[in-house]
């Protein structure tokens, strides 16, 4: 079976520090993957998606940046953190052939202080 | 980018009432979720739809895919204060890598 595996779990950081949060997925091949980022009691706001090694789409400009190095592997990263980057992030992979819903990690809670 | 109105925004009920949530959207999509988010947890999905018209069912809840594709409900029957959380829908297009979704719905049981 698939699952997904996203940490830390909770993260505080200073502003100005960098960031980096990492996502892999077992039991699949060639999934879609994404970043989302939650903001307290809000709805899910989509950062970046992928469908293959290296293709990174961006939904939302601001300071962030997302890679896949690997097929299962997608890293949500940042040079400087700004106090509103702090929220609930959340990476989630969807089967690629056919078409599938979205499954969700269990998410990393940013505060940047 | 198509924006999903779901609604309401949040409920307050007693045990054993049955709750009914919708979402809208200006957009057709292919396919329509329904997610349930737990405190500090990620969305799990409770049901997932894929031809309009479509009604299935999971346990105490029911969801439809709308006819017009445009929209979809959830319902859910004889609540229990475990069905407490964040409901979520989600519309995808046919290419999968586009899903977008509602505010969410706020549910809360009395016991």
């Known amino acids: 079976s698939q699952t997904i595996h996203q940490w830390p779990a909770t993260l505080v950081q200073p502003v100005g520090s960098p960031l980096s949060l990492e996502c892999t997925v077992e039991g699949t091949s060639n999934p879609n993957l994404y970043w989302y980022r939650q903001a307290a009691g809000r709805g899910l706001q989509l950062l970046f998606y992928?469908?293959?090694?290296?293709?990174i789409s961006s939904e939302v400009p601001q300071n962030l940046s997302a890679s896949r190095p690997q097929d299962r592997q997608f890293i949500l990263s940042s040079k400087k953190l700004l106090l509103s980057d702090s929220g609930f992030y959340l990476c989630?992979?969807?089967?690629?052939?056919?078409?599938?819903?979205?499954?969700f990690g269990q998410g990393t809670r940013l505060t940047v202080v | 980018g198509q924006q999903l109105n779901q609604s309401p925004q949040s409920m307050f009920i007693q045990e054993g009432e049955d709750v009914s949530m919708n979402c809208t959207s200006s957009?057709?999509?292919?396919?329509w979720l329904w997610y349930k988010q737990d405190p500090g947890e990620g969305p799990v999905l409770l049901i997932a739809l894929y031809k309009a018209g479509e009604l299935t069912s999971n346990g105490r809840l029911t969801a439809q895919f709308g006819i017009t594709r445009k929209d979809s409900f959830l319902n859910i029957s004889a609540s229990i204060p475990s069905d407490v959380g964040i409901y979520f829908c989600?519309?995808?297009?046919?290419?999968?890598?586009?899903?977008?979704f509602g505010a969410g719905t706020r549910l809360t049981v009395k016991p």
């Open positions: 957009s057709i999509f292919n396919t």
């Open positions: 989630a992979w969807s089967p690629l052939r056919p078409v599938g819903p979205a499954f």
């Open positions: 992928s469908v293959g090694i290296g293709q």
């Open positions: 989600a519309g995808q297009l046919y290419n999968n890598n586009d899903m977008r």
